[in-house]
Each structure stands twice: as C-alpha cells, then as structure tokens.
C-alpha cells in the first residue's frame, strides 16, 4: 500500500523566514496531494492541494511542488508569520484499482518565532 | 451551509465493549470519510462511503465498521475495543467519490478506551 513520509517532524523558523516540508510517496497511481493544517484542538482544514498533471501550484505565500518522477511534493511557506505555527500534514490520494484511499504523513509542527 | 458535525464529542468505554460514533456530512456533500489520529500522529484512514457504498478501505480489522444513510450521514462502529482504539476519530465529507477534492473535517470524536 501507499507509505507517505514527511521531513521535519518540527520547524522553528524566525517570523518572516522561509518554511519548507517535504513529502513523499511510493504509489506512482497516487495522483492528487493536499496539504492541511492543524492548529491545536482543532480540526485539520485544506491549505493548498495540486494533482499529478500539474508540477507546482501557488496561492499567496504559500505554494507546492510535485515532482512525479521522484515521488516526492513539498510544501513552500514564505514571509512565515505567528499564525502560521501549527502542525501540517501532506497527503497523497491513491485511486488504484477500485479501493480509494487517502494516506496521511505524520505532521510537521511548524513553529514562527515573533 | 451547515458543516461537518460529530458525536459524540467524548467518550469513555472499556476494553471489549463496541461503541458507534456519528457524523452529519456538510449540506450537498456525498462522500464520507473517516480518521482514526492518535496523539501527535497523522489521520490514518479508515474507510470511505460514496453514495451508501464503500469505495475506499485502509488497513484496519474487520470490527472497524460503518454505514452511510441516503442523507449521506454515516456511522462509524467499532466492536471489541482494544485499548489501543485509544485515539481522535474524524469524519470529513467531500464531493466525488471517486475524485476527491477538499475534505471537510469534523471536530471529532475522542475515544478512551480503559
């Protein structure tokens, strides 16, 4: 089955720095990757998603690479602001055959020092 | 919009009991998903309904059941708890079935399990 590994478990960056998490997968059928954040006590919610046909993505300051051929996606925050510190999880999407499932990293806890 | 709700929000069983947690899908959603986070780890996926079926299944036992109504709320029905059951179930519900987009996270149900 699908294994989705993600690099750092934690980040502590100075506000205003840069944040990169990487992720990746072992499922080529894997074709759609999201990335949610979690802030404590909350629920996860959807930050940034791309699917396979397409190599990078961006919205504000937050954007997403995905290199298939390698089978890894990363998660690119710039101008990282206080708000921004909480635990993020990629994940990839796997449609093979008829059994869908969505696998989980286990979480970057990314902390912006003011 | 009435969004993804659960219940209950807490709940305290003991080993080999069977417990049903719920979960109300957001309005013109279809699609139901479930998350078993233990603390400090990613959601694993558990199951997923499309349309009262199940289409998706991670790698839980058989005594992780559910069930998805025409209304497109869903129950999630563990029997013979271990202690190990121990964790944060999440609901989320999306539009696609087979294509997923966006999932919408419930708050969850915290299971003790003793």
């Known amino acids: 089955g699908e294994n989705v590994e993600q690099h750092p478990s934690t980040l502590s960056v100075q506000e205003g720095d840069s944040a990169v998490i990487k992720c990746t997968y072992s499922?080529?059928?894997?074709?759609?990757f999201p990335w949610y954040k979690q802030e404590l006590g909350k629920r996860p919610q959807l930050i940034i998603d791309?699917?396979?046909?397409?190599g990078e993505k961006k919205d504000q300051r937050i954007a997403v690479t995905l290199n298939k051929t390698a089978k890894h996606f990363s998660l690119h925050i710039t101008e990282t602001q206080p708000e921004d510190s909480a635990v993020y999880f990629c994940?990839?999407?796997?449609?093979?055959?008829?059994?869908?499932?969505?696998?989980f990293g286990k979480g970057t806890l990314l902390t912006v020092n003011p | 919009e009435t969004g993804v709700t659960q219940s209950p929000t807490h709940l305290i069983k003991t080993r080999g009991q069977q417990v049903t947690l719920r979960c109300s899908s957001q309005?013109?959603?279809?699609?139901v998903s479930w998350y078993q986070q233990a603390l400090g780890q990613g959601p694993q996926f558990i199951f997923q309904?499309?349309?009262?079926?199940?289409?998706g299944r991670g790698n839980f036992p058989p005594r992780f059941s559910g069930l998805q109504f025409p209304n497109y709320s869903s129950e999630l029905n563990v029997n013979a708890l271990e202690l190990d059951d121990s964790a944060l179930y999440l609901c989320?519900?999306?539009?696609?079935?087979?294509?997923?987009?966006?999932?919408?996270f419930g708050e969850g149900s915290r299971l003790t399990v003793l």
């Open positions: 989320a519900s999306s539009f696609g079935g087979e294509y997923t987009g966006e999932l919408f």
């Open positions: 499922d080529s059928a894997s074709n759609y």
């Open positions: 791309i699917r396979s046909n397409v």
């Open positions: 994940a990839a999407w796997n449609s093979g055959g008829s059994n869908y499932k969505l696998t």
């Open positions: 309005s013109g959603h279809n699609t």
């Open positions: 309904y499309y349309r009262e079926e199940e289409n």
